[in-house]
């Protein structure tokens, strides 16, 4: 506890050096930043910047009691050692209670729209997963696709390339990571599994905590701009899992996996709107299981479309957003061996509601999501969510 008071007394001490000037969310995604493109852009004339966002939630689902969490708060610091080197780390608090390092990577531009990156970082696949500060997204909780078929919030450790072509109007990402770890050694002479049917990937997410590795995986992405209001995202990973040493060798330890993405973001005037399409197939899967006695599918597939309009006028400071959005994601899209689809897998979202942006970075959001799967007789409970977000 006091280790946590200090460091909070710490960054916010900083605050007097370089604090972030806090801003909303731009509307149109071609001007979009997440918190580490801002603290990089180098417009801030201190070497030290500090800032946060945070998110408090109320969610309800139908029929039964709501809960009250401090979801997430997590502390943004970078440091320009000079006009090529910076550092950037996220340092989140979730729950009040637990404690983790986001990010945590340096960065040097190496010349005109090229930069080295190493360290802690997140992987690019998709939107959310590196643009989850709460005021850039509608709805109170991110879309569910972003949580069992990319596993955001998707961090590991490694080293790649950053940068854009203006003449292309190109935007790219590759980065060499470590894998997700797939098993370990139970201390009873067998194996047990991270992954699983229900979340894919999720729970093989190292972050780099004592992470192993064995074979690096690859990961990039392209940004295509050259249309006015128009952002389309085109990601990949490929590579294997790892497994601990004790285990690497049994037939089944690893898997792997090839991931593929296609995201949309388009403004005009007052209306917004985003979609989202991930698909990842995953080899191994029937020995792996047999191994783990786990129920991994060896396809995963989920996808979004969303459409929101600014009810207040554009030229006010407030926006009032309401949206809807339809999700479907399926963690059993295909199984392999003798491993039936379990249809409660198989997942659908219709989230509506408003997101009213009262002062540049912070926003009230409410909605209400209709919520059902695909196995027969199965209830799955509708829910009401309500939150507060800030991001500075």
């Not at 939630?57 to 809960?67: H, I, K, M, R, V």
């Not at 991994?296 to 030229?315: H, I, K």
């Amino acid at each position: 506890m006091r280790t946590s008071v200090f460091l909070l007394a710490m960054l916010f001490s900083t605050a007097m050096i370089g604090q972030i000037k806090s801003d909303s969310t731009a509307q149109n995604p071609q001007n979009q930043q997440n918190s580490a493109q801002r603290i990089l852009s180098g417009t801030y004339g201190a070497a030290v910047t500090v800032g946060a966002y945070g998110e408090m939630l109320y969610n309800q689902p139908e029929g039964s009691n709501g809960e009250l969490d401090v979801q997430r708060l997590v502390l943004l610091l970078g440091y320009r050692f000079n006009d090529r080197t910076q550092f950037f780390t996220e340092i989140e608090f979730e729950h009040v209670e637990e404690v983790y390092v986001e990010q945590a990577f340096v960065n040097y531009n190496v010349g005109n729209n090229i930069n080295l990156r190493g360290g802690l970082m997140l992987v690019p696949m998709g939107i959310i997963n590196e643009y989850h500060e709460p005021t850039t997204f509608n709805g109170v909780e991110r879309p569910a696709m972003d949580n069992v078929i990319v596993p955001t919030t998707w961090r590991e450790l490694g080293v790649g390339v950053s940068g854009r072509s203006n003449s292309l109007n190109l935007g790219y990402q590759a980065y060499i990571f470590n894998g997700f770890k797939s098993t370990v050694a139970d201390g009873e002479g067998g194996v047990s599994g991270f992954l699983k049917g229900s979340n894919g990937l999720r729970g093989g997410r190292q972050k780099g905590i004592k992470s192993t590795v064995d074979s690096p995986t690859l990961s990039a992405k392209l940004d295509y701009y050259g249309v006015p209001g128009l952002r389309l995202g085109l990601s990949t990973y490929l590579g294997k899992t790892q497994a601990t040493d004790d285990v690497e060798d049994f037939d089944g330890a690893n898997i792997g996996i090839a991931m593929y993405g296609l995201d949309a973001r388009y403004a005009l005037g007052r209306f917004t709107a985003r979609g989202q399409f991930v698909h990842a197939s995953l080899s191994d899967t029937d020995k792996y299981n047999a191994l783990t006695n786990r129920d991994l599918g060896s396809e995963l597939q989920g996808y979004y479309v969303e459409g929101a309009y600014n009810l207040l006028p554009s030229d006010k400071e407030q926006k009032l957003i309401f949206f809807t959005r339809y999700e479907n994601y399926n963690t059993h899209a295909d199984t392999a061996g003798g491993l039936a689809q379990n249809k409660a897998y198989d997942r659908t979202d219709i989230t509506t509601g408003l997101s009213y942006h009262i002062a540049p970075g912070v926003v009230l959001k409410g909605d209400y999501q209709f919520r059902e799967n695909a196995l027969s007789g199965d209830e799955v409970k509708n829910r009401l969510n309500f939150g507060i977000g800030v991001w500075f």
